[in-house]
């Protein structure tokens, strides 16, 4: 099994530009997110989805759109570019229960992101 | 609201010797308690959990955890290091309300020293 799939692993984007960062699963997991990565931080969430057709906003949501439109994928929009948002950006998915927080997350391998 | 605190943002140790990284919890609900590692340039990937039942949890390349709950702690031990035990160490929490993600502490990087 591939698990979580991100690409692209590295990015340079200029300021004000557009790009979506895709995120694929093969587990049929009907839970996934997406995070930043800072120094010092943590991970932090930016938005998530308990299956397809529904999303909802974590703790860091502005500047980032996402959509849910089959199980298995889940990509993460940038608008319009700020260096704020340089991070590194993982995605996640796990299965869900009735209940759901229990479960293992499975994450991506990351995706680098500079904006200058 | 949930949060989690790990004290120390760098630990170093002998090869060897005990490894404990340290990790505080918030939660107004019955909390889910995860502790995650991230080798250079990759993701995250689960070391143990706990959930409900026995509160000292195993999890793989010989570390555990013990949740207590007077303390609002699940501190993360390992009784001897090895070189490859170098990484980031995320402590993390859940619940099943709200929106059931992980809520994550700041990492703590281990550093083994031969």
């Known amino acids: 099994n591939a698990g979580v799939t991100q690409t692209p692993k590295f990015q340079v984007l200029k300021t004000g530009q557009s790009m979506t960062l895709q995120c694929a699963q093969d587990m049929n997991h009907e839970y996934m997110s997406w995070y930043r990565q800072d120094p010092g931080m943590g991970l932090r969430l930016i938005h998530y989805s308990v299956g397809a057709g529904i999303t909802d906003q974590g703790e860091v949501p502005n500047g980032y759109n996402v959509s849910r439109s089959t199980t298995e994928d889940f990509p993460l929009r940038l608008l319009s570019a700020a260096p704020s948002q340089t991070s590194v950006y993982f995605c996640?998915?796990?299965?869900?229960?009735?209940?759901?927080?229990?479960?293992?997350?499975?994450f991506g391998q990351g995706t680098r992101l500079t904006v200058v | 609201a949930q949060s989690v605190t790990q004290l120390g943002s760098h630990v170093s140790v002998s090869e060897g010797a005990l490894v404990l990284l340290r990790c505080n919890y918030s939660?107004?609900?019955?909390?889910?308690l995860f502790w995650y590692v991230q080798y250079p340039n990759q993701g995250l990937q689960l070391l143990l959990k706990y959930t409900t039942g026995a509160t000292l949890v195993k999890g793989i390349n010989g570390f555990e955890a013990e949740f207590k709950k007077s303390e609002t702690s699940f501190h993360l031990t390992k009784p001897s290091a090895h070189m490859s035990d170098a990484a980031e160490y995320f402590c993390?929490?859940?619940?099943?309300?709200?929106?059931?993600?992980?809520?994550f502490g700041s990492g703590t990087r281990l550093q083994v020293q031969p």
């Open positions: 939660s107004s609900v019955p909390p889910y």
């Open positions: 993390a929490v859940s619940s099943d309300t709200g929106r059931r993600a992980l809520t």
């Open positions: 996640a998915s796990s299965q869900t229960t009735g209940t759901g927080g229990n479960q293992r997350a499975f």
